[in-house]
């Protein structure tokens, strides 16, 4: 699966921001798809993921702020943002795989998108 994010940006503390990830290539309904965000010196690290059917899968940090969504007749999945915090800001990448927490569990990754969020 080839995966292209975008919507990344600069937003103020409290705002919102929707990431997008588009997918290409085989099967994209049979993966679970993923997002994590790796901040400058630090790991890479898992933000949410769902299922073909809709299971999803957050990170204590964004949960109730963060919503993921996918689109199987669009091959797309979204990450709607909101209330964003200074914390939040990382680079973030889409992944496809089985619904897990841990990279290594995602076989194809995206190029990455910038979000950046000012105190």
């Known amino acids: 699966v080839q995966l292209q994010a975008s919507g990344g940006g600069l937003v103020q503390a409290g705002g919102s921001l929707t990431l997008s990830c588009a997918a290409s290539?085989?099967?994209?309904?049979?993966?679970?798809m993923g997002w994590f965000r790796q901040a400058p010196g630090k790991e890479r690290e898992f933000v949410a993921a769902?299922?073909?059917?809709?299971?999803?899968l957050y990170t204590n940090s964004v949960r109730g702020r963060f919503s993921i969504s996918r689109d199987n007749a669009k091959n797309t999945v979204n990450l709607q943002m909101n209330s964003l915090k200074p914390e939040d800001t990382a680079v973030y990448y889409c992944?496809?795989?089985?619904?897990?927490?841990?990279?290594?569990?995602?076989?194809?990754w995206g190029q990455g998108t910038q979000v950046t969020v000012s105190s």
């Open positions: 769902i299922t073909w059917a809709g299971t999803t």
């Open positions: 290539g085989r099967t994209f309904s049979s993966n679970s």
């Open positions: 992944a496809a795989g089985r619904l897990s927490r841990r990279s290594d569990d995602y076989d194809d």
